[in-house]
């Protein structure tokens, strides 16, 4: 865990309310894995008051730099849309337990919307370690497939699923995973509703979910980030997760 | 080199710089940039007899320069404490203060009884004010004859320096340090959080899963310097605390009164805040031409008489 001011190389509009951000952060970079995020402060004033962890899209170690992909949503990411090259962000991580490339199984990726940045992530590793890998990935409509550019690059195959039907399949991302289970583990990220339909539709396949929380401390220190696990107890989402066995999480109640 | 050590109701601090309960975890989390050696102490997570799951999510909320929290006072409980946290921080040089918690008097006393021969912990922190469980906590803290009762009990059973933790949400705060002092405690630590909520306008329901929480954060700090000033006039020696963020508000706690000062929010926002305000204060020291920090205590608070 490093706590490291990073420079802004890039940020800019991705799609409609979304961007990407180039960051130069060599000790963070040099440390991250598939799955982990780092907790950034955009600003120095008292409103928005905390962090905002956000998931690594890309990595680039020799550079010393990496990516977020994210959306603007409230006040913290509108202040980090603000933010021009040359500026500085105050950055905490690597954090959290990110994603375990299962052995012996092709990797199969899922991704909801914004949930594709941690997962461009894994197939840049998959590409790296010589793996076969796929991603599918969903969103409200064409230009929100926010992820394509980057596989695209990384010339990792991609499924789009998009709500309207104006790329790909029409319906939701995990509509495509019927009949793409055999000899699959599962990764994926996106909004609760769509974990919990890969959750039911994994089965006795392996699969990891990366799941997203509101966080003050990001350390596992404040213990507020709590999500729920089978049989009634919490797991952190900071340093239990964000990458969670299938099995361990519910999203339930 | 302006002298920081203080003496808080017999708790030695090389700085007044503390972490406040609850924010800082079991200092492991912090470690590896926070040296633990560095700030006045730790006070740990509060710690029950037996292991507490906490409360159902969503657990925090951010608000307007503050946030609210309803953990519910997850914790791994005392013999976590005693065989894995307390050797480790011993080994990290660090000055521990334990802050416990129970659903009853018997519950507390039990914890005192068992840290009394912890030579790793250096004083206690009861907590009487936590606003988020439903039995014990804040129960304890609100009226005048309870907290006595509770700080007498636990008095007979300990003989660490017992700090008590204050709530801010009653109506005479000096009415219960007043107890609490008269019951044998060394000192007060003042305030915990204040009782709020926030309310989802989508989902038209509660957002913390507890339904209220405590605020904290800078959005509470003149309400928690305003409590210091008041009881600077009860005698036992005060650890302010409630939104410090800055050196400028630490100093500001010990103008009013405080002996030392408990930072919380600020670490998640700014995770070497402690270590900022301890810098700041030295070379505020230096600027002044003050030798040692104690001058300070009090200062500005004609109606301190600190213990």
Known sequence: ?253 | MADLAVNLGGIRLRNPVLAASGTFGYGREYAAIVPLDRIGAIITKGTSLEPWAGNPPPRTVETAAGMLNAIGLENPGLKHLVEADLPWLAGQGATVVVNIVGKTVDEYTAIAEALDAQPAVAGLELNVSCPNIDKGGMAFGLHPETAYALVRAVRKRTRHPLLVKLSPNVTDIVRIAEQVRDAGADGLSAVNTLVGMAIDIHCRRPVLGNVTGGLSGPAIKPVALAAVWRLARVGLPILGGGGVSFWQDAVEFLLAGATAVAVGTATFVRPRAMLEIVQGMEEYLECQGIERITDLVGAANPGARIG
């Open chain 1, 1 to 253: 865990m490093n706590l490291e001011q990073a420079r802004v190389v890039e940020n800019r509009l991705l799609a409609p309310g979304h961007r990407r951000m180039v960051l130069h952060a060599p000790a963070i970079a040099a440390a991250a894995g598939p799955g982990q995020f780092v907790h950034l402060r955009a600003h120095d004033s008292f409103h928005p008051l905390l962090r905002r962890p956000l998931s690594v899209a890309r990595c680039d170690r020799s550079a010393g730099t990496l990516v977020l992909i994210y959306r603007v949503i409230g006040e913290g990411t509108t202040r980090l849309a603000d933010r021009r090259p040359g500026d500085w962000i105050d950055l905490l991580g690597p954090l959290g337990r990110g994603f375990r490339l299962a052995p012996g199984l092709t990797p199969l990726l899922v991704a909801g919307g914004v949930g594709v940045a941690p997962l461009i992530f894994l197939a840049e590793e998959c590409v790296r370690k010589g793996r076969a890998v796929e991603v599918l990935a969903g969103a409200r409509s064409a230009s929100l497939l926010v992820g394509e550019e980057d596989l695209r690059e990384l010339g990792v195959k991609c499924c789009p699923a998009t709500d309207d039907g104006s790329r790909g399949y029409r319906g939701p991302v995990t509509g495509l995973l019927e009949g793409r289970l055999d000899g699959r583990a599962l990764y994926a990220s996106g909004p609760p509703g769509m974990l919990r339909q890969v959750q039911q539709l994994a089965g006795e396949v392996p699969a990891q979910l990366c799941i997203e929380a509101t966080m003050a401390c990001g350390v596992g220190a404040c213990r507020g980030c709590a999500c729920r696990a089978r049989g009634g107890a919490h797991r952190l989402v900071c340093t239990d997760g964000p990458v969670f066995d299938s099995h361990e999480v519910t999203f339930d109640g």
